[in-house]
């Protein structure tokens, strides 16, 4: 075999930055491919090589097999390594890869074959022995073979797409008056992401805690496990924190489960980087949920608690290497925290968000600190991918050391320019039960009012502070009364902007000793405490920390207040940028409150606009495989009398 100069990253965005730096510091040459709207991604710039796989969806580039095949070919890479999503864990791509005589960094098209599909990895655990969640993984589709089988499962239940993750296709039905719509939704989330629509669906399990095992298998028979992540922590199937190894697991069941993980992936020929999830009840039984063939978003935290690179072995393992440790050699030191950033907001149900990143501001850099992170201030953010931006992880000696030294990453990191769960994680993470480590599937809905507080008026301490901060930070070229840096003698002893911040807007009247800002920090004294909160000016925009949250604060504009009113008037809009993949009602149609009218897909999701009351259909503005901007008016509801 030849030696490997080459790699191709069949992917974007933090994983593709993350497998380059490795890759970099193997000294391999790096190569990244991009869609048309990509061409400057920060995964883009990062890599020493790019090719440009035009398109704008994720179906005209990044699942292209024949492009990312051509592509490694014109950049001469030897080897492709496909990050996770996208055709990670498709076969064909695996297949493809090895018939051009590249090299896959993946395991065997023919193991992805046996877990690729969730349906076919539950019939060969049973076989093997591995207890499963009672389900229904056949291959008749039809909606009354599945809700017979929700009827001898049981409600509530679980429908899951056999050949993605992430939390794509994927609904929790709690009757059969939900069923046919809940079906339908799922599979065709499923086939826009994966490209198969087939579902299975299984028992809905009562608090358990999703546990997972890290198993690597080389080309010579050796395998191991790394030690298990708890990802219990989980909003719409979608993981959110993750941690290693699992709290008050046992030296019992970590083996058990450790050798159940193994057993599977031996079963199947594994090779690479893999994981088995289980579910974990309150009993300590484990219940087999599926194995993903691919390195997984959460690795981070394995790295942590072992001092392991799992892209190098992933690379000196697809080249023939034996695994360097036994499973006796694995390490595991101290425990590791990982969250997900993503752009979205909490605010409205984690509607994902697009726009520019006029302020992106990582925590530092430090022992214990990591951030993989797959964009910069400056970027923007598409609604043809996942939203999520990057994650943050913490690592210490104990677990109460990381979550402490996350909670200090999270205060210090700051995005501006469009909603993110930066502040919904530091809640998480603070909240008492997670110091408690009282983990389990349920958290976020049972503390959702800790978690999710309903926002309300910004409060006048908080205008204070902005108009201070927006006093002292602009330059004199916006407007007359910043024409110093600060207060200085000469100006009025007061004076008064208009100001508005997330579609509040206040006149505030300023002293010249409200509060003092000094580089970014904005300094407010208060009976004798002072204290100091993040404020940058970018753009026209102060960005200002508030209890936690980001806050953009600009001169309140009255002409966009009166079209941004206007816009809005006529019909239900858009709640993001995205596609109508659904038009459910015609016009004159008659419809109850909830009917759902409009089905909206953006960033792999799809997303339902339904009636707020009844009435009746009076006008249509969008029609199916149509493009729509976030706030452009879909339908016209006329109130029934």
Not at 571 to 594: C, K
Request: hydrophobic share 45%; net charge negative; glycine share 10%.
């Amino acid at each position: 075999m030849s030696t490997l100069t080459t790699v191709l990253v069949a992917n974007r965005g933090e994983i593709a930055c993350r497998v380059m730096r490795t890759a970099k510091a193997m000294g391999l040459t790096t190569v990244a491919v991009h869609s048309a709207i990509d061409r400057d991604a920060r995964h883009s710039r990062e890599a020493d090589i790019r090719v440009d796989l035009g398109g704008s969806k994720a179906t005209e580039s990044y699942l292209q097999i024949d492009k990312l095949i051509a592509a490694a070919q014109a950049s001469g890479a030897q080897a492709i390594h496909p990050g996770y999503g996208f055709l990670s864990e498709n076969a064909g791509f695996a297949r493809a890869i090895e018939a051009a005589g590249l090299i896959f960094l993946g395991p065997p098209a023919s193991a992805i074959d046996a877990m690729g599909s969730k349906s076919a990895a539950k019939a060969l655990m049973e076989t093997a022995g591995v207890p499963l969640v009672p389900g229904y993984h056949g291959t008749d589709q039809d909606l009354d073979t599945f809700r017979d089988a929700c009827e001898r499962i049981g409600y509530p239940v679980l429908l899951k797409a056999t050949a993605g993750g992430g939390g794509k296709g994927m609904k929790v039905v709690e009757d059969v008056s939900q069923l046919a719509e809940a079906l339908a939704s799922a599979q065709r989330e499923a086939l826009s992401s994966f490209g198969n629509g087939q579902m299975l669906v299984e028992k809905y399990l009562l608090k358990p805690r999703h546990v997972e095992i890290q198993v690597f298998a080389d080309q010579h028979g050796h395998c191991l496990y790394l030690n298990e992540r708890d990802c219990s922590i989980q909003r719409r199937h979608q993981k959110v924190v993750e941690e290693a190894p699992a709290p008050g697991l046992s030296v019992e069941q970590r083996k058990a489960m450790g050798e159940a993980a193994v057993r599977a992936a031996q079963a199947i020929g594994y090779v690479g980087a893999g994981t088995v999830e289980f579910l974990l009840d309150a009993r300590g039984e484990f219940f087999f949920m599926e194995m993903n063939t691919r390195l997984q978003v959460e690795h981070p935290v394995t790295e942590a608690i072992t001092g392991l690179d799992l892209v190098a072995w992933q690379i000196r393992v697809a080249q023939g290497e034996a695994l360097p440790i036994t499973q006796e050699q694995v390490p595991l030191i101290g425990h590791a925290i990982e969250v997900r950033l993503y752009a979205e907001d909490p605010t409205n149900d984690f509607l994902p968000a697009t726009g520019h990143l006029a302020l992106y501001r990582e925590s530092a850099p430090g022992p214990g600190r990591r951030v993989d992170s797959g964009v910069e201030q400056g970027d923007s953010v598409s609604p043809f991918y996942d939203p999520m931006l990057g994650k943050l992880i913490a690592w210490g000696e104990d677990r109460e050391q990381a979550r402490l030294r996350l909670l200090s990453m999270l205060d210090e990191f700051a995005v501006g320019g469009l909603k993110t769960n930066l502040g919904f994680l530091r809640r998480i993470i603070g909240h008492p039960a997670f110091a408690a480590a009282e983990l389990d599937t349920g958290f976020i809905p049972r503390y959702q009012d800790d978690l999710l507080p309903v926002p309300g008026a910004l409060s006048d301490d908080f205008w204070q502070a902005a108009g201070s901060a927006f006093m002292q930070s602009l330059p004199a070229a916006d407007g007359p009364w910043a024409d110093t840096r600060g207060f200085r003698a000469g100006l009025p002893a007061e004076v008064s902007l208009h100001l508005n911040c997330n579609g509040q807007d206040r006149l505030v009247t300023l002293a010249a000793d409200t509060a003092i800002l000094q580089g970014e920090q904005l300094w407010i004294e208060h009976q004798g405490v002072r204290r100091s909160h993040l404020a940058v000016c970018n753009e026209h925009t102060v960005f200002l920390r508030w209890d936690g949250e980001m806050q953009g604060v600009s001169l309140f504009d009255p002409i966009a207040a009166v079209e941004a009113n206007q816009s809005h008037q006529g019909g239900l809009t858009a709640p993001m940028n995205g596609s109508i993949v659904r038009v459910l009602v015609d016009v004159g149609q008659t419809v109850e409150a909830g009917t759902q009218l409009v089905v909206l897909e953006a960033m792999k999701m799809e997303h339902s606009i339904r009636a707020p009351q009844a009435g009746v259909v009076k006008a249509l503005f969008c029609q199916e495989g149509e493009m729509v901007a976030e706030g452009s008016a879909l339908v016209e509801l006329e109130t029934a009398d």
